[in-house]
């Protein structure tokens, strides 16, 4: 019997991601991280399939069961309100990191038909090309590779969980602020109490790659990919440099790790823009 089969099913999903993630071993650089990762690691095409495949089944149950109202969720979702009460009850969200969609697919399910809202998924190419192989984009929903495909004026930026596995977390967190979104909003991010990032890999199974069960036809395996916990200190100094200051944080136990020894919980935060990137 499988620990999964005596626990609820929040609980044991939270633990499949916890399990198997710490690597004791710090490296210099990520490429040098990424020489000791898994083949292409998240440009993995495997990788990005199962994650398209979860997101059209997930979308296949939608309706048929409870929603889970997550607390990350709820603060997007106050955030995408709040910005369409001045923006004509339209909003633009560039999602960095957003996988097939699966943060607009959530969002989607607690707004009304009414609402104007522009969706940009900024994504590697091949977890992009996943998505539109699955037909996932629509009229709303689009998915990006670069900053610079963006052509209209983007009013909050979010990003959950994804600036950790970049080469160059803070090039990234640059460039997407001179996008010169009112709102920031970085959900599941590691930061850590120490004064520099620290580079590692990530542990983890195939199946614990987006949400919900390994769909049919897919053999579980272990997989890795470098990882950065970022300094807190640096991160918010980054924020302040690029014209954003913090409204609001807590601590998401979703996303967990031990980083040198030290327990790491995920934060989530929102920034507001406190100068104009466009005027710089």
């Not at 620990?3 to 710490?22: E, F, H, Q, T």
């Not at 710090?26 to 997101?55: M, R």
């Not at 539109?132 to 929903?141: I, Q, T």
Request: aromatic share 8%; charged share 20%.
């Amino acid at each position: 019997m499988r620990y999964k089969d005596l626990l609820p099913p929040v609980i044991a999903g939270s633990l499949s991601r916890i399990i198997n993630r710490v690597s004791e071993r710090e490296f210099d650089s990520y490429s040098q991280a990424l020489q000791n990762s898994s083949a292409n690691a998240y440009q993995n095409e495997e990788l990005c399939k199962v994650i398209a495949d979860k997101t059209v089944a997930r979308i296949g149950k939608s309706g048929k069961q409870p929603e889970i109202m997550r607390p990350a969720l709820a603060c997007l979702l106050n955030t995408i309100m709040r910005n369409m009460l001045v923006n004509e009850n339209k909003a633009v969200i560039a999602d960095y990191g957003g996988a097939c969609g699966s943060h607009y697919f959530e969002v989607k399910k607690f707004l009304p038909e009414s609402v104007n809202i522009c969706w940009y998924v900024i994504e590697t190419p091949r977890m992009a090309d996943s998505a539109r192989s699955r037909n996932l984009e629509n009229s709303e929903l689009k998915f990006v590779s670069s900053v610079s495909e963006l052509n209209e004026r983007v009013n909050i930026v979010h990003t959950s969980c994804a600036l950790h596995y970049v080469e160059d977390p803070y090039s990234e967190l640059a460039a997407l602020a001179s996008l010169g979104a009112a709102s920031f909003i970085v959900n599941r991010m590691m930061l850590t109490d120490f004064d520099r990032d620290i580079i590692t890999i990530q542990n983890s199974l195939l199946s614990s790659n987006g949400d919900g069960p390994l769909p049919p036809g897919y053999a579980d395996k272990r997989i890795s990919y470098p990882y950065t916990a970022l300094s807190y200190s640096r991160f918010l100094s980054e924020m302040s440099i690029n014209g954003y200051s913090p409204e609001w944080e807590y601590e998401d136990l979703s996303e967990y790790h031990i980083v040198s020894g030290r327990n790491v919980a995920g934060r989530c935060m929102s920034f507001s823009r406190i100068i104009d990137a466009r005027k710089g």
